[in-house]
Every structure is written in C-alpha cells, then in structure tokens.
C-alpha cells in the first residue's frame, strides 16, 4: 500500500513538473506574442500615416514635435520584429527539432517571404500589376535574413552572437563606402548596406530600403539570445531588464559624444524639447548602431515586464502578435483601399493611389495627424476579429505549411 502511495506521489509530482513547465513556457510565448503585436499595432501608425496624412513618408523635422514623434515611435518596429524572429528560430528548434531541420526551415520560409516580398506585398503596396519597381522592404529583409540565419545555425552559438554584434556595432564603420564607386560590384553593395535603385533590366528596377547589414545581424543576435529562454523566470528577468537598460544607457552616452554610431551628429536646438528629438534622430536606413541601440534597449525590458502582462488589452495585443505575417497582409492592402475611397471623395482623384510611390499625393490630399490617429484606431479594431479567427484556426491545425503563414 505504501509503494502505491509513493508511485502515485511521483507520478502527481511529475504531471506537476509538466504543467509548471508548461505554463513557464506559455508565459514566455505570450510575453514575446505581446511584444510583436504591440509593434504590428505600432507599424500599423506608421502605414496610416503614410496613407492618410499630407507629405511624403519619412517625417524628420524636429520643428514639428507631433508628427516626428509619430514617426520616432514606429522606429521600434523593424528591429523588434527581425530580432524577435531571431528568437522565435531559436524556440523552434527547442521543440525536438534538430539544426538540420530549424536550418532548412529557416532556409524555405525565408525564401517564401522573399517571393511574398515581391508578389503579394508589392501588389497590396501599389494596387498595380505594371512591373517596373520592386521596394525591398522589411518583410524582404526579414526573409533574406532568415536564409543567412539558415547558414549560421550550423555553428557554436557565440560565434553567431559575435556575428550578429559585430554587424550591429560596426557597420557605421562602413559608411563611407559609396556603392558608386565600386564599379561592377555597386549592386552588391546596395543589397548589403546602401539604400538604393538597382537596376535588373531596362524598365525594372529594385528598390532597396532595408539592407541586409546590419539587419540580418539583428536576428542573428536574437536568435544567440535565445539560451535565455530556458532560464526560470525570475532570473530571465532580471538578465531581460539588466542588458535592456545596458543598452539603453549606453545608447544614451554613446549618443552623446557625437564620436560614433550614426551618420549624423546632434545639435544643441532652440528649445529642450527640440534638442531631445534631435538627440533621438538616428538613422534607420540603414539602421544605426545608435538607432538599434535605441529601440532594441527598451524592447528588451518590455519583454521582461510583458511576462506578467494580463487583462483584455493584453490579450488583444497577444492575438495580433500570433499572426503578425496575416497581420502584415491583411492590414497594408486594408489602409491601401481606404485611401482609395478616401481620396476619390476628398479629391476626386485616384489615379496616384495606384503606383510605387506615394509621394506623389495632390496639394490637397490629407488629414492632420488627429485624423490619422482616429483612421489607425479603426483600422485596429477593424482587423482584430479577422486576426482572432485566424489565430484560432491557424491554433487548430497540424498541417506543415501552417508554419509558413
């Protein structure tokens, strides 16, 4: 009777083993799920304004504290998402799977968003069929980044995280490199670190906005993270909040001996608000060291107070971030057509909405940025039921290539 009992003990101490870890490990996917919906909600402003507001899509101009700060606020978006698809390989491999296998996966969906890149995207971006210029954006990047990411799993986890740091922390040593003067190998150098036209043939041409250094570095890096994720929780906290202020710190001295790190120096401004902000204008393209250490700093520290993150808002949050390629789709070709309608009732004219650029927006086309707020609010709360159905459904299925989309 007593064997019994202490059978009985163990096998309960086990199942209570399991659900702990578990439960550890639904926390941790939920704390990253939140993170990337809070910056799919952010890129989501950041669209809307480039579609609804007067201008074109890049506001620097610190004189305008509202409309920079719009802007700024967005910049955590991109490298948020890249190194948290860095971590998210690394956990995928930690479900049983061997380097092989994450390495060919990382491989095929890479090469996937590439194709999704230049076919779904650019047709949700510019409602045309005319093939002339293809913009490499981030889902581009996130997907070239994946297929180097496919290579270096195959070796010792420091050696990536001093691959990716390297990229991250001296690249702005290149800068001075200017893809002109390289000859036959300008195009090369375009994809790798200069935004720029590159062109394939006589009427088409690549865009490239997002560069594949130090960005493929930035997954990199998340991806050496991702040890940190076996740690129980408390103590990944505190090494989450530890390197995130770290980074945040050194941003902010760094950033203040103008001696290395961005492009372009800041300057002491008229007022202190406009001396912050150009304090925080860093480059994103491609992004600084300063700009990666601004945005990914704080992003650490919200990955570790997101692991105790509950209630409805959260919990809206968390689903956009379990579908953020649905998401990226679905919202981008959503903002597109509403400003179809919206500018053929405000200005009778459509015919700049279907193109690749949107600079090319009437006089008197445009809402003030109150607007534009009130737009992304619709826009978010419009696509929450979509996303929630498709998190349900994309939960319920076994199929392999559920993992693509």
Same mark, same amino acid.
């Given at each position: 009777?007593?064997?019994?009992d202490?059978?009985?003990?163990?096998?309960?101490?086990?199942?209570?083993?399991?659900d702990v870890?578990?439960a550890?490990?639904?926390?941790?996917l939920?704390?990253?799920d939140?993170?990337?919906g809070l910056?799919?909600v952010?890129?989501a402003?950041?669209?809307?304004?480039?579609?609804?507001?007067?201008?074109g899509?890049?506001?620097?101009?610190?004189?305008?504290?509202?409309?920079?700060l719009?802007r700024?606020v967005?910049?955590?978006?991109?490298?948020?998402?890249?190194?948290?698809?860095?971590?998210?390989?690394?956990?995928?491999?930690?479900?049983?799977?061997?380097?092989?296998?994450?390495?060919?996966?990382l491989?095929?969906?890479?090469?996937?968003?590439?194709?999704i890149?230049?076919?779904?995207?650019?047709?949700c971006?510019?409602?045309?069929?005319?093939?002339?210029?293809?913009?490499?954006q981030?889902?581009?990047?996130?997907?070239?980044?994946?297929v180097?990411?496919a290579?270096?799993?195959h070796?010792?986890?420091?050696?990536?995280?001093?691959?990716?740091?390297?990229?991250?922390?001296?690249?702005?040593?290149?800068?001075?490199?200017?893809?002109?003067?390289l000859?036959?190998?300008?195009?090369?150098?375009t994809?790798?670190?200069?935004?720029?036209l590159?062109?394939?043939?006589?009427?088409?041409?690549?865009?490239?906005?997002?560069n594949?250094?130090?960005?493929s570095?930035v997954?990199?890096?998340?991806?050496? =993270? @991702? $040890?940190?994720?076996? +740690?129980?929780?408390?103590s990944? *906290?505190?090494?989450?909040?530890?390197? &995130?202020?770290?980074? /945040?710190?050194?941003?902010?001295?760094?950033?203040?001996?103008?001696l290395?790190?961005?492009?372009?120096?800041?300057?002491?401004?008229?007022?202190v608000?406009?001396?912050?902000l150009?304090?925080?204008?860093?480059?994103?393209y491609p992004?600084?060291?300063l700009?990666?250490?601004?945005? =990914? @700093? $704080?992003?650490?520290? +919200?990955?570790?107070?997101?692991? *105790?993150?509950?209630?409805?808002?959260? &919990?809206?949050?968390? /689903?956009?971030?379990?579908?953020?390629?649905?998401f990226?789709?679905?919202?981008?070709?959503?903002?597109?057509?509403?400003?179809?309608?919206f500018?053929?009732?405000?200005?009778?004219?459509?015919?700049?909405?279907?193109?690749?650029?949107?600079?090319?927006?009437?006089?008197?086309?445009? =809402?003030?940025l109150?607007?534009?707020?009130?737009?992304?609010?619709?826009v978010?709360?419009?696509?929450?039921?979509?996303?929630?159905?498709?998190?349900?459904?994309?939960?319920?299925?076994?199929e392999?290539?559920?993992?693509?989309l």
């Open positions: 009777m007593t064997g019994v202490l059978r009985r003990v163990d096998v309960a101490r086990a199942a209570g083993a399991s870890s578990r550890a490990g639904r926390v941790r939920d704390s990253i939140l993170l990337r910056v799919m952010l890129m402003l950041d669209h809307t304004r480039d579609f609804f507001a007067a201008g899509p890049n506001p620097r101009d610190i004189a305008d504290p509202a409309l920079f719009t700024w967005t910049h955590f978006c991109a490298p948020t998402f890249i190194f948290l698809a860095g971590v998210s390989a690394f956990l995928y491999g930690e479900r049983g799977r061997s380097v092989g296998q994450v390495s060919l996966f491989l095929t969906r890479g090469l996937w968003l590439i194709l890149e230049f076919t779904v995207m650019r047709f971006w510019t409602f045309s069929l005319h093939v002339n210029v293809f913009v490499m981030v889902i581009w990047v996130t997907g070239a980044s994946m180097v990411l290579g270096l799993v070796l010792p986890r420091g050696v990536i995280a001093a691959i990716g740091l390297a990229m991250i922390a001296g690249h702005n040593l290149l800068d001075g490199i200017d893809a002109e003067d000859g036959s190998a300008a195009g090369l150098w994809l790798l670190h200069e935004p720029g590159i062109e394939i043939a006589p009427q088409i041409k690549l865009f490239v906005l997002y594949l250094v130090p960005w570095g997954m990199a890096a998340g991806y050496a =993270l @991702g $040890p940190v994720f076996r +740690l129980d929780p408390a990944r *906290r505190s090494f989450l909040i530890r390197t &995130g202020a770290t980074v /945040t710190a050194g941003f902010v001295v760094l950033r203040a001996t103008n290395y790190g961005d492009p372009a120096a800041w300057s002491t401004q008229a007022s608000l406009a001396t912050v150009s304090f925080n204008d860093c480059e994103k992004p600084s060291l700009y990666l250490m601004m945005t =990914l @700093g $704080p992003a650490l520290i +919200l990955l570790a107070l997101f692991e *105790r993150a509950h209630g409805a808002l959260a &919990g809206v949050i968390t /689903t956009f971030g379990r579908v953020p390629f649905f990226y789709v679905v919202h981008v070709a959503f903002i597109h057509a509403l400003a179809v309608g500018a053929y009732i405000t200005v009778g004219d459509i015919g700049w909405t279907f193109g690749s650029s949107l600079s090319q927006k009437p006089a008197s086309y445009g =809402l003030n109150l607007g534009v707020y009130a737009v992304w609010l619709c978010v709360a419009a696509l929450y039921p979509p996303c929630r159905a498709f998190a349900v459904l994309k939960q319920r299925r076994r392999w290539w559920w993992s693509y």
